[in-house]
DNA sequence: AACGATAACGTAATCGTTTTCGTAGGTGTA
DNA sequence: TACACCTACGAAAACGATTACGTTATCGTT
């Protein structure tokens, strides 16, 4: 029942040649007759063969599968992150091996190992909130594989990454939020690893600094999980302060979301009352009521282009294994997105 | 610089032994003496050596690696799915190479064969709109390659499937909007390829019978992309027609989402004069305002159970390849969820 | 006739691992 | 002494493909 996969064996058999030949034939070496080339690639046809990549990986030693570590993928920005990395690598002849850290440290580990025992060519890999260091992709560095880092890099560690500039994007979320009349500005951040947490941060008191507001600390909460329900508890929290703030920029949409959702159960008109600024132009921020600011985190094209790093670096590294890698840090444009919370 | 990754060869070398004895120790096989396995051991560790996932793949043909083709991957319900999927490959130690359709009957197609080349061990697939049947799955088949459908399920294809009951999912829906009052039904459905779009429409039909209200075929409205926008575009016409449908039922929560925004554009108020009610239970559905009443569709859960029989298959097909499969259908639970939209 | 060129194919090593089947040397027993 | 038996290791085939290098046979040239 079970039919068998062709093997170049199987046609050298029944053609009385050898193997040898076969492969040849198929790939049209200048020493076979043409005679011999037609027999081979009508049997080859007929029986569907199919070139076994795992048998041309170990020869090549190239897979021509990329890992990619991420902490979640239920997750607009991550979504849209690997579907730059895929279509890029569709284009290039390569495939993609998909593994989640769950923002764990530990997991993320494992599956930085497992990468390297499956022999992927290279990884993509965004950093697990856990994980302050990429200490752990070291082993990837120790044996020459290439590794591009985005959105939650270590900037300490060398090789290529790609970002955003985190922190003038939340400089312009909270500089808006001034333009817009805003006196007292709170914060609802990320955690304290991710350096694109701080970096929002930092952009957040720089806006702060340059006109001269003070930076009151308890207006600065700390997210754990980063999601929408911690944006609400937060901001009912904030909401429910002697001083209330008028405007509060939050790290993601999701928590932006919260925050709109706590203001109007408390009755606290989004805009006239407080506004809100969201990171990373996820749909919901589109789709709810009122509609949330945002500053435009472009996924799509950061997994296009960490993709094309990677792919990059693997077949400079192919052509001349010994060649020194200059490893670059891309840094793609963002913007605000003015809507109805400001 | 580049390290070389130590093979068994290598540590056979330096300790004066053969491949097979290297092997043999570190597997602790009986005819090894204690000393010799101590020494391998130890360099092994020092050496940092891993065993080589492709060569094992290869000898044991078997790459632990499963294959994973969804339409899209920027869409709530599909990435919970593979959240689902590789929680439960993790634990048992497979994989996941993904690959996108994009909806693509030809795309699906290339990824199929791309998925056989590769040697995984099984497909998980939920089919492309442009695909009715899945007859390009067929060489999995063939060559026994265990393959489980799900969502987008071709019925009359022998495997595996994991699904919901889209039907009754829409019974429930558009018996929800007869309940509460509505008497002029819209249904803005899926493609008319996938079968669950079929289902849901079928299940439209079923309620209408069952309260003895009549089909009107102008009521009914095709999506090609089931976009937000497309629902925009189709609650538009509706809502300008002589006779006002008091009750859409959309085919996922996008659509639904964009069925709301043009009913607040219009001043129609829902769900006053208008009820709308989702299909999938995505997040926009609880953020978007007035919320958006849905279908519960596990996404998690499928993933999870299709990557359970998928690797159930797989291992009794390892166990015994003889042995006849029978194809089981799983059906998960659905329920409403009401909300401010009804 | 003798040599070289060329065409067309095969040999064998290689990638890294697993596993079956030896086999050499030693010990124990009748 | 002869045989069985055990211990501890190695040789070799196997998975499927690639490729540097050999090896034939045939033909042309001088």
Request: positive net charge.
């Amino acid at each position: 029942m079970a039919q068998h996969r062709t093997t170049l064996k199987d046609i050298a058999e029944k053609l009385g040649i050898t193997v040898t030949s076969v492969s040849k034939a198929l790939k049209d070496y200048p020493d076979i007759s043409a005679e011999t080339k037609k027999a081979v690639k009508k049997l080859a046809k007929k029986l569907n063969y199919q070139p076994d990549s795992r048998a041309i990986a170990m020869k090549r030693n190239k897979s021509n599968i990329i890992g990619v570590i991420i902490p979640e993928i239920v997750h607009y920005f991550f979504s849209n992150v690997i579907q730059g990395i895929m279509s890029y690598c569709d284009q290039k002849g390569y495939q993609a091996l998909i593994a989640l850290s769950n923002n764990q440290k530990s997991l993320e580990k494992k599956q930085v190992n497992l990468m390297f025992n499956t022999r992927v060519d290279g990884v993509i890999a965004s950093l697990a909130n856990e994980s302050a260091k990429a200490k752990h992709f070291k082993i990837l560095k120790e044996y020459n594989i290439p590794l591009v880092l985005f959105d939650k890099i270590d900037e300490r560690f060398e090789c290529n990454k790609v970002k955003i500039d985190d922190r003038f994007g939340a400089f312009l979320a909270t500089e808006h939020l001034i333009n817009k009349g805003c006196k007292r500005l709170a914060h609802i951040r990320g955690p304290q690893h991710p350096l694109n947490a701080k970096e929002r941060y930092n952009g957040f008191c720089d806006a702060l600094k340059k006109h001269n507001l003070e930076l009151d600390p308890t207006l600065i909460k700390i997210c754990e999980k980063v999601t929408l329900s911690e944006g609400y508890d937060f901001a009912k929290e904030l909401l429910a302060m002697d001083a209330l703030p008028d405007g509060i920029f939050t790290v993601t949409d999701q928590v932006g979301v919260g925050v709109i959702k706590a203001a109007q159960e408390m009755d606290i008109n989004i805009p006239k009352q407080l506004k809100v600024v969201g990171f990373s132009d996820s749909q919901i921020a589109q789709v709810v009521k009122p509609s949330l600011s945002t500053i435009h985190q472009p996924g799509y094209e950061i997994g296009e282009t960490a993709a094309r790093l990677l792919i990059e670096e693997i077949e400079t590294r192919e052509a001349d294994s010994e060649s020194p890698v200059g490893f670059k840090q891309i840094t793609l444009d963002t913007y605000l997105i003015e809507r109805e919370s400001t």
